[in-house]
């Protein structure tokens, strides 16, 4: 028993002394060794295997089963303090998701180049001008840099604002370009400020402000207009401004009866049950033959409930419903009663004028008059009977088409000769620029353009639109 302790104490200071040796290597050896490949450990492993079967004799040597770097020393980091430890492997940057997802990033847009192209003027001021009218001014835009630069387009913050530039200009280094733009009064006095932006390519875009006046030749007293439910009308005054007479042509809605007469001052009669039985839109237009005010344009301002009524009645127009039952005893309405000529009814509009159910001045939405629509009919009896009762043979409509238009496109020339021997205007033009022999030649027949050409029709007019002659209308359309 004794002999085994000793021998035992034995091994112990052996195995003591050989674990001493082995944490006092130099750290750098200790760090090669942990850090040699896998392959090599195992062949260093089979090494004393085979020296152990050669030699018999040799004592095993005896290695710590952990890396010399992690036995307690005097520098080992405290609890905690993770900067001993060793990292794991670092992944590369090309296999990192964050890296993938970057690539997959679109880049950032090159920015832009200091700006080169200059407006002048800066500010374009196209002074003033009646609202019937349009304002017109030059710019030019100029390229100050040292390299070829592309004007892609030109867009203007409002349609009553054009230009005639030509996108996709190429503006070389010192060039310029001229470039026209022009503004409409829109039939309203006010102090205009609209913009007109050029996109550049590759620099910023350049902003120029157009400023203008518009007057008015023709005033309005009440602006906007407001509904009287009381007395069911308003009174509004139209003054001309230099003493001109004019006459009023139209008014859209129609819901005023207009005077015959020329005159510096016209009173219309608004009509507020005519109002709700037309109505589209609170915007209100009357349209004038004065040589400097041809469109006066306000607003019906709605209170709350009116707003209601007013949104209800075009819901259900549009979707196709009845529209609010109305008082039989009322008048008919234009458009019901332009539906009862164009369906070869006109006696019985006749009848119902007669008995106080409709007005011979009635209008559809369109501001297209009863007379206009039995001329167009080519109902000679209803044409002739409108006129005995009143209506007016020049009354246009929205574009300024007046009755004997609308008899040109007529199947019937009889109803052309009618309205010339009631004073119709042979030359009257429309907002295109068209006269009835245009209409005759494009949409008419044969025999009423020789009932317009024999009453004096002038066969070399031009429209201001497509720059047609009767000629040309007919070779296209007639």
């Not at 001493?20 to 060794?33: I, K, N, R, V």
């Not at 089963?65 to 520098?75: E, L």
């Not at 390229?143 to 996108?167: L, P, Q, W």
């Not at 006269?435 to 024999?454: E, H, K, M, R």
């Amino acid at each position: 028993m004794k002999n085994h302790i000793n021998k035992l104490t034995a091994l112990l200071a052996i195995s003591a002394s050989v674990t001493l040796l082995s944490c006092g290597q130099p750290q750098s050896e200790a760090t090669a060794e942990a850090k040699a490949p896998v392959a090599a450990q195992t062949e260093s492993e089979a090494k004393p295997e085979q020296a152990k079967a050669q030699n018999p004799s040799v004592k095993p040597e005896l290695k710590p089963d952990h890396p010399a770097s992690d036995h307690p020393t005097k520098d080992k980091p405290r609890k905690g303090d993770s900067s001993g430890v060793n990292a794991p492997p670092k992944i590369p940057a090309s296999l990192s998701s964050g890296a993938a997802n970057k690539a997959n990033q679109p880049t950032d847009p090159e920015p832009l180049k200091s700006q080169v192209i200059v407006a002048i003027p800066a500010t374009l001021d196209l002074g003033k001008f009646s609202t019937s009218e349009k304002g017109t001014g030059s710019v030019a835009l100029k390229n100050t840099g040292d390299e070829a630069v592309t004007i892609t387009r030109a867009k203007a913050s409002c349609g009553c604002t054009t230009s005639d530039f030509k996108n996709g200009t190429v503006l070389q280094p010192g060039e310029s370009t001229e470039i026209s733009v022009t503004m409409d009064g829109k039939g309203r006095a006010r102090k205009m400020s609209k913009t007109v932006t050029f996109t550049i390519e590759g620099y910023p875009a350049v902003r120029l402000p157009v400023v203008a006046e518009t007057i008015s030749y023709v005033s309005i007293d009440i602006d906007p207009v407001t509904i009287n439910e009381e007395t069911g009308t308003t009174i509004i005054t139209l003054n001309s401004v230099d003493d001109q007479p004019f006459k009023v042509t139209s008014i859209l809605p129609a819901i005023a009866d207009l005077p015959e007469e020329s005159s510096s001052t016209h009173e219309l009669v608004l009509e507020w049950d005519a109002f709700w039985d037309v109505v589209r839109t609170t915007k209100m237009t009357i349209r004038l033959d004065h040589p400097l005010c041809k469109e006066i344009t306000t607003n019906v301002r709605l209170t709350a409930e009116q707003r209601q009524r007013l949104n209800a009645i075009i819901s259900d127009r549009r979707s196709g419903d009845e529209l609010p039952t109305k008082d039989p005893s009322r008048p008919l309405t234009g458009d019901q009663l332009a539906r009862y000529i164009k369906g070869g009814r006109g006696s019985k509009v006749l009848e119902y004028i007669d008995s106080g159910l409709g007005k011979f001045n009635a209008t559809d939405k369109a501001g297209v008059t009863l007379l206009s629509a039995a001329a167009e009919a080519g109902d000679v009896e209803t044409t002739v009977g409108l006129l005995k009762l009143g209506a007016q043979v020049e009354r246009v409509d929205r574009v300024n088409r007046t009755p004997i238009m609308y008899a040109a496109r007529s199947k019937n020339p009889e109803t052309i000769q009618i309205l010339l021997d009631a004073g119709a205007d042979i030359q009257a033009r429309d907002r295109l620029g068209n006269t009835p022999l245009s209409w005759a030649s494009g949409f008419g027949t044969s025999s009423g353009v020789q009932v317009l050409i024999d009453a004096g029709a002038d066969a070399n007019t031009v429209d201001t639109v497509l720059g047609y002659t009767p000629l040309l209308w007919a070779a296209g359309f007639g």
